[in-house]
């Protein structure tokens, strides 16, 4: 096959609290991650002699510095392949949004190349490669919903999340998520509430018990909007808001679709800010 053609979801983290900094700088941490329906699409072409990026937006690289890129080299080189592939990636996710689409991209060039080469790397082997690119890139290749702990890289599949439809809503400026790290000061974390495995399970009243981000304050303190969308959402219908990982999106979340989707058209017909009207993947 000379063409494969990958989907390549985002996510939002429904909770995601900060438990530590270890001696090398990284924080350590504990979030939900969800995949979205929401998709850049990866296309794989191969029988080529180097290593190429193709994508039209122009916050995203082509050069070596693009996941996707870095994501294709380790796996060639890991597996002493001297062959190339041309990536070419229609971007829908919004870049630097705190919705993953950089990892998401180099999970599906991992999962893309290893099914093209007939599978020659196990599950953990490809964990270890997609761990070198980014503490996100392992939850992508397990297409479900995670918990994750450490700096990301300890993954536990989480079958519980209900169907639930999200409202998400985009900022027009962007955030670095490492800005967002250095500026979180450890002591000042507000997120009280502690992980509870059954809380899906029960009402889901609960989810407003369990959702939290120790991210937003930092993200809200420079970023005032961030409140101001949340404040929207919730005030349109949304049962509950939250920014997504060092943000700016922050979605709405809904049990029932049909207020979801008028709650999409209130605030995209305001005009100010990139509204999607999308479901958590399940699985
Ligand atoms: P993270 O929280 O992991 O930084 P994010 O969702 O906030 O993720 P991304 O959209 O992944 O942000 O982009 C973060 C940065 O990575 C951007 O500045 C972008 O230029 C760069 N980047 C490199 N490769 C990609 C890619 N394939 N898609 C999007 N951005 C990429």
Redesign the pocket.
Known sequence: MNELVIPSP??INLFLKVVGKRPDGYHEIITLLCRIGLF?TVVLAFNQSTIS?E?A?P???EDK??????AASLFLDALSIHDGVAIF?D?V??????????????AAVLMGLNQHYGLPLADRELGGIALKI???VPFFLIRHSAIARGIGDYLEVYKDVPPLSVVLVRPTF?????WVYKNLSLGLTNCEKSFKYHCFEEAFSKVNDLLCNDLEQVTIRKFPQIKIVKRALIDLGAETALMS???P?VFGLFRDRHQAKKTFHSIRDRGEWDTFLVDVLRP
């Open positions: 985002a996510k850049d990026v994508c937006h916050r995203v690289p510095s693009n996941l996707a890129h870095r990636i971007k996710i919004p870049v630097a949004a705190g919705l993953g689409g950089g990892s998401s991209n180099a980014g503490a996100d962007e955030v670095s998520t490492s990982g060092s943000g999106s």
